[in-house]
């Protein structure tokens, strides 16, 4: 196929993205239609319909809900995302984003719209070529036209915990489909910031640290305000370094440790230097899958389970994007299908206080696998623990990491007044925050905390910092009293040097902030967890209606609900999707096993 590459132009930015001099032959212009932006420009260059989908029976074109056909050919034409990305010399590049490798037809699109899909969360202006205007789809397959397909198990929803359900059942010897409705997969993991907490692990004990599976636990039951199902906080913490390991065994890098809000010891494991944990196990993820072959699936929306009459789940109903609604038959059903702080709605009917809030979410995080699941005869519980994370950049829905605050990042309002202990749990540092002028504040930090945290390189890039060569410079960027902003600096620095800080009773105190350049980031609270979900117990079976598992039915991350009580501690929601991921996994597994 790279042969095709070689005689085709290829042709970016102001020309748009298409490939040119290909050998195919003359487009079919009264299906394409003369106004179909991006498809009439592939047709321009002597680009036909079947140069991207694919022809079966000597007549249909057809498009399956992987989009494989076209994104193979953007590929031979274009090159992949990262040679596009060098082709550019843009540091900043639509083509090499944290998402990691997605289909060009997330963004691009030759029958109807095209999207940025960043702008999801962020607010580039990258305007697509040709990506203006929409035409109807060239031949929509009718719906129920597929017949029912079967395998071993299902998993719903491809972000850290479906894909490492998905591994696990696959390395049992069954056979897996991973199905995701987004048009990428990741989910809400692969935004994840801060790490993943574990503890007694091998990375911790090479650096010294000492911690226990108990400490762990206390403060997991402690942050979640003593509401969480002990049982499942209690695998939670002992099997974290089992799963730190089964991640390093698979390709992870997480051998650097910080710390978190709510965490007695250092225990948040994460890439080398201090990088961003989701991107980065979500890409070891997809290759994982993908070098097994697994079946992954994505714009493939699960639309209800399917059940054998006597409370079995058996399948599911899919709607996939091109295919249509279909059905698979399973012996086991995994939903991994995340939470639903992205649901302003279904937000609003538990807390209607937070309507309007921004998120921090990807937009697939609408809770669908809740309420699928619930139909399906699952208990939901506490649907009401929504957590607010203090530290959502201003006008936007870019996490700050609490691992800012972990390496030493301190709070100021616009009085330039410290006002909270930085490390305390989230619910309690984002009513602080709501509670200053303007209902905002400002992470304050320094060179040396900038260049402990690799993360941090990432929000100047994103033009979400304010800096000053000196203290008064930083205040006077910031809008605060510099008065006030050294006055508090310089008592945060002596209780630094005392270590204890007796104002607000940080116990951490990692590093002074006294070493220019002076850094700000303006923050605002933001919806970035939903803590309820599908009841479910050590097994990770999902629970009816009436206290007993749903055979064939098991739940794993941020769909279940028991395992944070009230309020989350940062670092324990990719523990979680490993780990439960990994048990739903070996016990769908079983259940495939015992049915044979
Ligand atoms: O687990 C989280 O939600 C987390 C660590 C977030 C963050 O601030 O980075």
Not at 32 to 37: E, Q, R, V, Y
Not at 139 to 159: F, L, M, Q
Request: with cysteine; net charge positive; glycine share 12%.
């Amino acid at each position: 196929m790279k042969s095709l590459r070689s005689i085709a132009t290829i042709a970016i930015a102001t020309l748009g993205l298409f490939c040119a001099g290909a050998s195919y032959a003359a487009p079919d212009a009264t299906r394409l239609g003369s106004s179909t932006p991006l498809a009439a420009m592939h047709k321009d260059k002597k680009v036909t319909c079947k140069g991207c989908h694919e022809e079966k029976n000597q007549e249909k074109i057809v498009v399956d809900d992987n989009e494989t056909v076209v994104n193979a050919t953007c590929v031979e034409c274009h090159g992949t995302l990262a040679e596009m990305a060098k082709e550019k010399k843009e540091h900043l590049t639509p083509h090499q984003s944290h998402l990691g490798l997605m289909n060009c037809t997330s963004c691009h699109s030759g029958h109807s719209q095209s999207k940025t899909y960043c702008n999801n969360c962020h607010t580039f202006d990258m305007p697509i070529p040709g990506g203006t205007a929409a035409i109807k789809r060239v031949k929509p397959v009718p719906a129920d036209s597929r017949p029912v397909e079967k395998t071993d198990i299902i998993v719903i929803g491809a972000g850290a915990a479906g894909f490492t359900a998905a591994i696990t059942a696959h390395d049992g010897g069954a056979k897996v489909i991973l199905l995701e409705k987004q048009p990428i997969t990741g989910g809400n993991s692969a935004l994840s910031a801060g790490g993943m907490n574990a503890t007694e692990t091998a990375f911790q004990k090479k650096k010294g640290i000492k911690d226990s599976v108990d400490v762990m636990i206390q403060d997991t039951m402690k942050g979640g305000g003593n509401h969480n199902n002990p049982e499942l906080v209690r695998i939670l913490a002992t099997q974290s370094a089992s799963s730190v390991d089964w991640l390093t065994s698979i390709g992870a890098d997480i051998s650097d440790i910080g710390q978190m809000a709510g965490a007695t010891n250092y225990r948040t494991h994460r890439p080398t230097g201090g990088a961003a944990v989701g991107a980065h196990i979500t890409k070891v993820l997809k290759k994982n899958a993908a070098d097994r072959k697994i079946d992954v699936r994505v714009n493939s929306k699960v639309l209800k389970l399917v059940e054998d009459g006597k409370g079995k789940v058996i399948g599911v109903v899919v709607e996939g994007k091109h295919s249509g609604t279909y059905t698979i038959l399973a012996k086991a059903v995994v939903m991994a299908a995340g939470g639903f702080s992205a649901n302003q709605t279904l937000v609003g009917q538990y807390q209607p206080q937070f309507v309007g809030m921004t998120t921090s979410n990807q937009p697939g995080a609408t809770g669908d696998g809740m309420l699928i699941g619930e139909q399906g005869g699952g208990q939901l519980i506490d649907m009401k623990e929504i957590q607010i994370h203090p530290t959502v950049a201003a006008g936007s829905r870019i996490l700050i990491t609490e691992a800012v605050r972990g390496n030493g990042a301190i709070l100021i309002n616009r009085n330039g007044k410290r006002f909270v202990n930085e490390l305390t749990t989230r619910d309690k540092a984002s009513q602080a925050v709501l509670a200053q002028p303007g209902g905002s504040a400002f992470l304050v930090f320094d060179s040396v905390i900038h260049k402990s945290l690799k993360q941090i390189d990432g929000y100047f890039e994103l033009g979400l910092v304010k800096e000053g060569a000196t203290l008064a410079e930083l205040a006077q960027a910031m809008g605060a009293p510099a008065d006030t902003l050294a006055q508090s600096l310089d008592t945060y620095n002596k209780a630094f040097e005392a270590k204890k800080d007796a104002e607000f009773g940080r116990a951490d105190l990692p590093r002074a902030i006294r070493t220019p350049k002076f850094y700000a980031i303006e923050i605002k609270p933001g919806i970035h967890y939903t803590m309820g979900g599908l009841q479910i117990n050590a097994e990770t079976q999902v629970i009816g209606k009436h206290g007993q598992p749903i055979p064939g039915f098991y739940a794993a991350g941020e769909v279940t609900g028991g395992v944070h009580g009230k309020n989350r501690l940062g670092g324990n929601s990719i523990s979680e999707t490993i780990t439960f991921g990994r048990i739903a996994g070996a016990n769908a597994l079983k259940a495939v096993k015992n049915s044979k």
